[in-house]
């Protein structure tokens, strides 16, 4: 292994996997696993050190058992081995996987062999729900087949804490973000409570990656996050969620990050976003400079997609055969686009589906009337994957819109609402069904917003106590705006009138109704989390702290007096603790870092970068060959400064020492230095590696990092390990 592969921490990217979508299509079932599995292959093929997953592992909240056991066989069978590890963990497990009843990375757990680890948030498909607020990806999680991180705790303030890992001389900061409801985060993000955690020692060695799972594209005012929100010191952005595959880095000139679309490998519906060639990325990243290569992936079953304005053809809609003679012109424009999808979208891979997916748009426009399209779709059977949602009709009304500066014109209604058009939402069918109910079937207690948020988690996250839940927490809140409003025995009279105007007061609210449904659910999970069963407080095992035994129970149960097995099971003695906490297995010949609960506060590991900011340095990193030629080095080192000139390659003034000891600076700092006309103070590449053998060098030595209270802490770092 050369010097630069050692110093190469190489990452397989994918996002949007939707393993089990269409999994009752007869035809398409298997889609999604087939193509995960083609990205298991890759990650061996490409010897990549881990896979980085963005979200939306699983196209449901609660996948079937199929999807659910497949998923786990193809990651045992991939990703389970005994390849040797090289990435060392550096921060504590403890807080990274907080969530989960073992806080430890996979691949140095003593009871797992791990070849290739697997990192993973959550998206907006298999988010937690429910009791526990549990999600698939919790299950692998707990099976030790998936790191599961970046899982937000609480709803008003967002606390990113990195996970920090190193190969060599190259260091990786790696953030993540599970999917938020783009309007909360959105409004959490313009309140400044959201805060992105680093590391103070060496605070510019570090390579800064986010992965996230958000609406990018502007939807609405609020239902997507600008980039401009996102902190100005990442390097690079693994944007989930956007099915289009936009994987070739994009640069932001305005806050100076990269980021990279990785899309999703199965299309999940019929867009045009879908229609772009599918690939994942393999990531190379040495000290402060990336480089993305993209692989197609060769299982994605083909799809094409046109459009046909039938107005913009010769046919006459004047004609006595006028249907007819669409259905024919239709049927030629079909058998085209699937000779096109056969041609170009074919692979030679043995597992890629031959039927292709096909979708033709008809605007029929100008008097032109559609044909039965289930009558027509009968011949497309043995030649299509979709035939009877391949010909879509739309016609297209011309609307009046007016700009803010007083000017109107005239455009195409498709062109406003665009696929708004072909996607009724749950939430809307309820209002419009009470909308249009008779006053026997009008709502009495519940609003229309609330019962339609209720039904939507109902049908997609399978939520069968919504309904009830809304219900009953909305009855105990009228029964108590009663008590203070109704006193006299007049007022009790008219007790309908009362109920009725307190809901109309709620209906006012915006979003009232939404939280209410989750303050009922929550409250709901809140009196089942008490049976937990890993609830340690209540085990009538407890060990004590000061190692006496547990009092003894009486009882004429089987093994109440230490029948067969109650010494503990097979291999009950191969185990022991140490004093400081930690478990020797078998076969484990040296120490291990204890991985418990910290005794302090996230704020004494690391700072928020709300509260300071660093200068960009310019360390150029080693000029990186690429003999492949299927990728460009992107260096990130040498970031200009917003309003300021080139950077310079010389400490400016400053000792090396005295540069060490300035990588966190406070605004008023930043404000004082001089910047030196039109560049900017840095730290050399010599200086870069003396720190980093100083900070993280052999056994005993410590990681520091940034304390608000500046009381100089130390955080034990973990040992450097391979695998074993």
Avoid at 84 to 105: G, T
Avoid at 155 to 175: S, Y
Avoid at 541 to 564: A, L, V
Avoid at 578 to 601: E, H, I, L, M, T
């Amino acid at each position: 292994m050369s010097k630069d592969e050692e110093n190469t921490m190489r990452i397989l990217v994918a996002t949007d996997c939707h393993l089990g979508y269409a999994e009752k299509d007869p035809i398409r079932g298997n889609d999604s696993l087939v193509t995960f599995e083609e990205i298991l292959q890759h990650a061996q093929k490409q010897n990549v050190d881990f896979i980085l997953l963005g979200g939306d592992l699983f196209h449901e909240n609660k996948p079937s058992r199929k999807t659910l056991h497949n998923c786990m066989a193809l990651l045992r069978k991939y990703c389970m081995g005994s390849k040797p590890c090289q990435i060392e963990y550096l921060s504590d497990q403890s807080i990274n996987f907080a969530d989960s009843h073992f806080p430890i990375v996979n691949y140095e757990d003593p009871n797992l062999n791990v070849g290739i680890p697997v990192f993973s948030i959550h998206g907006n498909h298999d988010d937690p729900a429910g009791g526990g607020s549990l999600c698939a990806v919790d299950l692998l999680s707990v099976a030790g087949l998936v790191n599961y991180f970046g899982k937000s705790r609480t709803v008003d303030k967002v606390v990113i804490n990195p996970i920090l890992l190193q190969k060599g001389e190259t260091k990786l900061a790696l953030f993540g973000l599970g999917s938020i409801r783009d309007e909360r985060l959105h409004r959490l993000f313009l309140s400044k409570s959201v805060s992105m955690l680093r590391p103070r020692e060496d605070v510019e060695s570090w390579f800064n990656l986010l992965v996230l799972h958000q609406n990018r594209a502007k939807h609405d005012a609020k239902n997507y996050i600008p980039e401009k929100f996102l902190d100005a010191f990442l390097d690079l952005v693994i944007w989930g969620h956007e099915h289009e595959c936009r994987i070739e880095p994009e640069w932001n000139s305005e806050q100076n990050y990269y980021i990279s679309q990785p899309g999703s490998p199965v299309a999940t519906s019929l867009s045009e976003g879908e229609t772009v060639r599918k690939h994942i990325g393999v990531l190379d990243i040495n000290h402060k400079s990336f480089k993305m290569s993209k692989i197609a992936l060769e299982t994605v079953r083909p799809f094409v997609m046109e459009d046909l304005v039938l107005r913009e053809t010769s046919l006459d809609p004047d004609s006595g055969d006028i249907q007819k003679q669409i259905e024919a012109y239709c049927a030629e424009k079909i058998e085209t686009m699937i000779a096109r999808a056969l041609r170009e979208q074919v692979s030679q891979h043995k597992r890629q589906p031959t039927l292709p997916l096909i979708r033709l748009r008809v605007d029929h426009t100008g008097g032109f009337e559609p044909f039965a399209s289930h009558r027509f779709s009968q011949g497309f059977v043995d030649k299509v994957a979709n035939p009877t949602d391949m010909i879509h009709f739309i016609k297209k009304k011309q609307v009046i819109k007016a700009e803010k500066d007083g000017t109107t014109f005239v455009t195409d209604m498709a062109d406003v609402l665009k696929e708004e058009l072909e996607v009724s939402r749950v939430e809307d069918l309820v209002h419009e069904f009470f909308i249009r109910a008779d006053e026997k079937n009008k709502l009495v207690l519940l609003t229309e917003e609330g019962l339609g948020h209720s039904v939507k988690e109902f049908v997609e996250k399978d939520e069968k106590d919504a309904i009830g839940e809304l219900a009953k927490y909305q009855q105990q809140k009228t029964k108590k705006y009663l008590k203070e409003t109704t006193t006299t025995a007049a007022d009790k009279t008219h007790v309908e009138e009362a109920v009725e105007r307190f809901r109309q007061e709620r209906a006012t609210l915006p979003g009232e109704e939404r939280e209410e449904l989750k303050e009922a659910l929550k409250n709901k999970q809140s009196t089942t989390s008490n049976t937990d069963f890993f609830d340690d407080d209540n085990s009538d095992n407890e060990i004590k702290s000061d190692g006496s035994d547990p009092p003894p129970t009486r009882g004429r149960g089987r093994g109440s007096r230490g029948g067969r097995g109650s010494r503990g099971g097979r291999g009950s003695r191969a185990k022991s603790t140490k004093a400081d906490g930690s478990v020797c297995g078998r076969g484990q010949s040296r120490s291990k870092a204890p991985v418990v609960a910290s005794q302090q506060s996230i704020v004494s590991a690391f700072t928020a970068t709300a509260r300071s900011r660093t200068v960009k340095t310019s360390a150029s990193a080693a000029d990186l060959s690429d003999s492949d030629g299927s990728g460009t080095w992107n260096n990130t080192s040498a970031r200009i400064k917003p309003g300021v000139g080139k950077t310079d390659s010389s400490v400016k003034g400053r000792s090396t020492a005295a540069a060490k000891n300035t990588w966190m600076m406070s605004d008023d700092e930043m404000d004082a230095d001089s910047w030196g006309g039109d560049s900017h103070r840095k730290v050399s590449r010599a200086t870069g590696a003396a720190t980093t053998q100083q900070s993280v060098g052999g056994r005993g030595k410590g990681l520091s990092f940034d304390d608000s209270d500046d009381d100089d802490e130390v955080l034990p770092m973990r040992n450097k390990r391979s695998k074993r």
